[in-house]
């Protein structure tokens, strides 16, 4: 599991991991659950508004997936290239020339199905996009991408407003019993006005219930006293494990001992 030693590009990447917990986006706690979480091939949603570092986290995450299978990324002609052994990149060609058909993220995610990867990596999805992604999260695992929403609540009804916008065929209770039982969890990040962007909560996303996916807190952002005169905020586990723990365990995933503590 996990990326090669002699990978240039791994090294980078843990480069950049380091700096966020450095920097307090993230704490080492967390993201090591989140790397587990990401090598057992757990479907993760990253919430937040623009510019909160969705696409970092994003990329810092795909560093820890299994390398052994294809992981497809698809990406629009200006983001960043994913230059990673194991990564398969398509691109939309949103302005070809003439004569040549033009290519949208939308089309490209309808043809994931075809090339069966294990996994796939998905920047800031937005409108007829959700419609290939609920189908795509409930035929496999390894998905992850972000999206921008103020809240892990709100997320999930961008996504259900926007399948039942773009014709998905499905009405809201099937698109809620679809996130139900894809989505694993939802990293939910926040601006702050004076401090950096931070993580402010790993969110479970549990079972259908009274007609809307339950949620429930792993880790959240909470206040601390750092020093006597010094108030701050650190994200800390709730004390509650998730579901989920199991497959890591059968998978042979391990995790700190203190890690939910």
């Known amino acids: 599991m996990g990326t090669s030693q002699d990978d240039p590009s791994a090294r980078i990447t843990a480069c950049k991991a380091e700096g966020l917990v450095r920097q307090g986006f993230v704490t080492a706690q967390a993201l090591a659950f989140l790397r587990a979480c990401v090598q057992a091939g757990l479907n993760l949603a990253i919430s937040g508004p623009a510019g909160s570092g969705k696409r970092s986290l994003l990329y810092v995450l795909v560093s820890s997936a299994d390398c052994d299978g294809q992981i497809l990324a698809i990406q629009n002609p200006d983001e960043p290239a994913l230059e990673r052994k194991g990564i398969t990149t398509l691109r939309a060609n949103?302005?070809?020339?003439?004569?040549?058909?033009?290519?949208?993220?939308?089309?490209?995610?309808?043809?994931?199905?075809k090339m069966q990867p294990q996994g796939l990596v998905l920047d800031r999805v937005d409108?007829?996009?959700?419609?290939?992604?609920?189908?795509?999260l409930l035929a496999m695992s390894g998905v992850i991408f972000s999206i921008i929403a103020e809240s892990p609540e709100d997320a999930l009804c961008k996504l259900e407003s926007w399948g039942l916008l773009?014709?998905?065929?499905?009405?809201?209770?099937?698109i809620r019993r679809i996130l139900s039982t894809s989505l694993d969890l939802i990293i939910q990040l926040v601006k702050r006005d004076t401090e950096s962007p931070v993580v402010a909560s790993l969110t479970e996303v549990l079972e259908f219930e009274n007609g809307t996916p339950t949620l429930r807190d792993i880790f959240l952002l909470q206040d601390v006293q750092r020093h006597e005169a010094e108030r701050g905020s650190e994200l800390r586990p709730t004390?509650?494990?998730p579901q989920f723990l199991d497959r890591l365990k059968m998978l042979g995933i391990s995790l700190p001992k203190d890690v939910f503590v």
């Open 94 to 113: 949103l302005d070809p020339p003439e004569g040549q058909q033009r290519i949208t993220r939308h089309y490209l995610l309808t043809i994931v199905p």
């Open 127 to 136: 409108g007829a996009e959700a419609v290939p992604l609920l189908k795509l």
């Open 166 to 174: 773009h014709g998905s065929g499905l009405d809201s209770r099937a």
């Open 239 to 241: 004390g509650t494990k």
